[in-house]
């Protein structure tokens, strides 16, 4: 079984995937494939949990790619915390820049004026987007970060997860990729 944990982003997702490092029976991963292109994005090993927000765009071919033995997670934080997170990163090269400047292609140039109201509705577009696709399926699950130790245990059951729970756990108390905090190599060179 794969395990696709679905989410806005800034809502702990690379938290959730820390998390699944201490499972021992699944490879897990944050972001694995976004450097792939065309089938290869979405060409995960068996037994993986993979956290990737911008799986949210490619929901027809993870229908498509994995129509059995998946299970979804919909990784959920506040909106409005999201979207305070999100309205701080509006740089080229972000989702929110793309989201604010491609997918809505006529905003004005000073669309940062009210990047709070654009963060808000990638917020709810992404949401929607995944709630629809969520609908009538049986293997998935709502994953609040507010609601973190209690929803990773039913989370652990639900796929059968082996490993180091506590250690696993313990990883929500732990704050990773926080909004300013300093950027990876990786993103450093998409900034330039």
Not at 4 to 33: D, K, M, P, Q, W
Not at 89 to 118: F, K, N, T
Not at 125 to 141: D, Q, R, S, W, Y
Request: charged letters at 25%; hydrophobic letters at 35%; aromatic letters at 12%.
């Amino acid at each position: 079984m794969n395990v696709f944990v679905l989410s806005t982003g800034r809502c702990g997702s690379t938290t959730f995937e820390r998390a699944c490092r201490h499972i021992t029976n699944y490879s897990s991963g944050h972001e694995t494939r976004v450097a792939c292109f065309g089938p290869e994005r979405l060409n995960y090993p068996p037994r993986h949990i993979e956290s990737d927000n911008r799986l949210a765009w490619f929901l027809g071919r993870l229908e498509r790619d994995y129509p059995r033995d998946v299970f979804y997670v919909h990784l959920q934080r506040d909106q409005r915390a999201v979207a305070r997170s999100y309205a701080g990163r509006l740089d080229p090269g972000l989702i929110m820049s793309a989201y604010a400047h491609g997918i809505y292609l006529y905003l004005p140039e000073d669309i940062e004026s009210r990047a709070l109201d654009v963060a808000l509705d990638y917020v709810e577009t992404v949401t929607a987007n995944i709630e629809l696709f969520l609908a009538g399926k049986a293997n998935k699950m709502r994953f609040r970060l507010e609601n973190a130790q209690q929803d990773f245990r039913d989370f652990w059951d639900r796929i059968g997860a082996e490993g180091d729970f506590e250690a696993a756990v313990a990883e929500f108390d732990v704050t990773y990729n926080a909004a300013g905090t300093q950027l990876g190599p990786s993103q450093k060179d998409r900034k330039k």
